[in-house]
């Protein structure tokens, strides 16, 4: 197992060491008194001194803030889908991605809910570069994607990622999840990358990379967000892949990013949780046997999931209205909430610069560009 430990969060036996290293950073005590307004410090910090597992530190602890932030930037979390899983059973869950640390935290919150396998997560490493970061990702149960890698070491990275992820559910009864493209998604265009599927398949023992997806029981999620609290931030990557430019982030971009998405405004939430891939899977091995027509098959299957059950908001609705100048979607939407999407599009981007303003209309459109494909999805 000591192969893994490159990328693996930390083992129940090292969680209260890894506790007593964090109890007094000021980062720790602004997460606790968000959480906890109402505490004395002693508290909270005798709480976590006795924490020894991190089914412990994410129910008593993590659980706790999730609420807090629903409470304080949101207007709700709704859920579809979950009634299908079920109880002691571990998942592939890959999902579209919206916000850092969010979508991996609701979806655990619903998941303890309804009392289901919670996941490991991936997350690249280039988000934990601070060692609280690391050592919190590590508690929570993320695991590394490792970033920036020559092609070489990319392929090695890939495989061991895959093996453990194999580990995880296989041999552990541990859910994972994983994003169904590399980064979020900047443009609201949900779409999974066939190089994801292609990385999973190298944790396999089979023969038949079909016969390994069946067993890994992949579930599509869709997450939505009334209002992307990061929209604004998107748009200067959004610019620069527009003007063919390589894009740069400013130091510390992501950390302002992450912070952002949990305290930003987001209004309604939604998750649904697909189907099982088990059928779809079946009629794609009897259509295909090459495994790239395979996987680029499994990978519209899971777009097709993806994109007919994600929620759409009033303000989606609007931006389609207002990119492409059509009432035709007014009924979804009061006069009232078309002029608060305009004035937030006012507010967080300069409106004289077309290429921003279609850039941001696009983000919240999108799905539903995306959605109109599918007969009676609307």
């Known amino acids: 197992m000591q192969k893994f430990d490159a990328i693996r969060p930390f083992y129940d036996t090292?969680?209260?060491t890894a506790i007593k290293g964090l109890v007094n950073h000021p980062m720790m005590k602004a997460i606790m008194s968000f959480t906890f307004p109402d505490v004395e410090d002693e508290v909270w910090k005798n709480q976590l001194l006795k924490t020894h597992s991190i089914r412990d530190f994410q129910c008593n602890f993590i659980y706790q803030s999730v609420q807090?932030?629903?409470?304080?930037?949101s207007e709700g979390l709704t859920t579809s889908g979950f009634e299908k899983l079920e109880k002691h059973t571990s998942y592939l869950f890959i999902s579209n991605h919206r916000d850092i640390i969010l979508d991996t935290s609701l979806l655990n919150a619903c998941l303890f809910d309804h009392?289901?396998?919670m996941t490991a997560s991936a997350i690249g490493d280039n988000l934990v570069k601070k060692d609280f970061l690391l050592n919190l990702s590590k508690l929570n149960r993320n695991f590394l994607v490792q970033r920036g890698l020559s092609p070489r070491e990319l392929l090695q990275?890939?495989?061991l990622m895959a093996e453990y992820i194999g580990q995880?559910?296989?041999r552990e009864n541990r859910s994972v999840w994983i994003a169904q493209r590399e980064g979020r998604t900047k443009d609201g265009n949900d779409s999974t990358h066939q190089g994801v599927l292609k990385m999973l398949g190298m944790g396999s023992e089979e023969t038949n990379i079909i016969d390994y997806f069946k067993k890994i029981k992949i579930v599509p999620v869709s997450i939505s967000y009334e209002y992307d609290p990061t929209d604004a931030l998107k748009m200067p990557q959004l610019l620069a892949e527009f003007k063919a430019e390589k894009y740069v982030k400013e130091k510390n971009e992501d950390f302002i990013t992450l912070l952002s998405g949990i305290i930003g405004q987001k209004k309604h939430i939604h998750i649904h949780v697909g189907a099982i891939l088990d059928k779809e899977l079946d009629a794609i091995a009897l259509e295909n046997d090459n495994t790239n027509k395979q996987v680029q098959a499994v990978a519209q299957v899971i777009d097709d999931s993806i994109l007919?059950?994600?929620k759409l908001w009033p303000t989606n609705y609007i931006a389609y209205d207002l990119l492409y100048k059509t009432d035709k979607f007014k009924e979804q939407y009061t006069d009232h909430e078309k002029s608060l999407f305009e004035r937030r599009l006012e507010m967080r981007?300069?409106?004289s610069n077309g290429i921003m303003t279609e850039g941001f209309l696009n983000m919240y459109a999108n799905p539903v560009v995306n959605k109109l494909k599918y007969e009676n999805a609307i």
């Open 14 to 16: 090292e969680i209260n």
């Open 68 to 73: 807090k932030i629903l409470e304080n930037s």
């Open 115 to 117: 009392g289901l396998v």
């Open 157 to 159: 990275s890939s495989k």
């Open 168 to 170: 995880l559910i296989l």
């Open 308 to 310: 007919q059950s994600y």
């Open 349 to 351: 981007i300069d409106c």
